[in-house]
């Protein structure tokens, strides 16, 4: 059975991260059996700090230490490296309670290495294939998920607030997704909304409005904190109204 891959993006600053790391914590309590993997694809690595967790190597380290190889023209060696890419992203993964987790990393380095990004890319594919959910938080932009995560998304789930430039990015993001990205389904989320009477006005085209989740303290709070999002308490707005986003879309 093929997994359930949700991948968030919008513009910077609208509350991907915190919005991801709920979807995780959702996930793990209403499926416990089942496997789930949160993929850090922003290169700050905010999930992990979310989840509380400490990832030791992310892809992007495993990428750079190929590419090291063969700029120093050690061929053999940087193609082992790839042959063992495959276990070293294994390695990579880090075990919870309830999911896993998975670091891109850094921008990647100057340069063209298509072939080596290409398969660790289908690596990634790989790995994914093996859980039930994943769930990407990923930087502004579609290009960065489609070039070094994966090419095929089940559910794509655009986050944005109430600004022109939010609903702006979406939209564009929507357009490229349709060239760049399969996907099954497309959805907004319209995050941290202080005043709700202004929903009325928001024009979000031919995306299909999933939810909005009013500005919660709680959140907040957690951010400024570092806390772990995983022990966020089930009452919150943010959790209430993301579960009804999630079954609208029929992801959960």
């Keep these: 059975m093929e997994p359930t891959i949700i991948a968030l993006t919008g513009k910077g600053g609208v509350g991907k991260t915190s919005i991801s790391a709920t979807i995780v914590k959702i996930l793990t309590e209403r499926y ?81 290495y298509c072939r080596i990004n290409s398969y660790l890319k289908n690596v990634i594919e790989m790995i994914s294939s093996q859980f039930d959910y994943v769930v990407i938080d990923g930087e502004a932009g579609i290009e960065q998920i489609n070039r070094r995560v994966m090419q095929k998304v089940t559910h794509l789930l655009l986050i944005s607030d109430v600004s022109r430039k939010g609903i702006e990015v979406i939209k564009t993001i929507r357009e490229v997704a349709e060239e760049m990205v399969e996907f099954d389904r497309v959805g907004v989320l319209l995050n941290r909304i202080e005043d709700m009477s202004v929903i009325n006005e928001i024009n979000t085209g031919e995306i299909e409005l999933l939810g909005v989740i009013p500005r919660d303290k709680n959140i907040l709070h957690y951010d400024i904190g570092g806390r772990n999002f995983m022990e966020l308490p089930n009452d919150t707005d943010v959790v209430l109204e993301l579960e009804k986003a999630l079954e609208k879309f029929n992801v959960i």
């Design 32 to 112: 416990p059996d089942k496997k789930i993997l949160a993929i850090d694809a922003d290169p700050a690595i905010g999930l992990a700090t979310a989840l509380g967790v400490t990832p030791k190597i992310t892809l992007n380290d495993i990428r750079s230490e190929i590419i090291e190889s063969v700029e120093n023209g050690n061929t053999k060696d940087a193609m082992e490296l790839v042959s063992e890419s495959r276990y070293k992203i294994f390695e990579a993964i880090v075990q919870r309670d309830g999911f896993a987790f998975l670091a891109i990393g850094r921008p990647e380095a100057q340069g063209c």
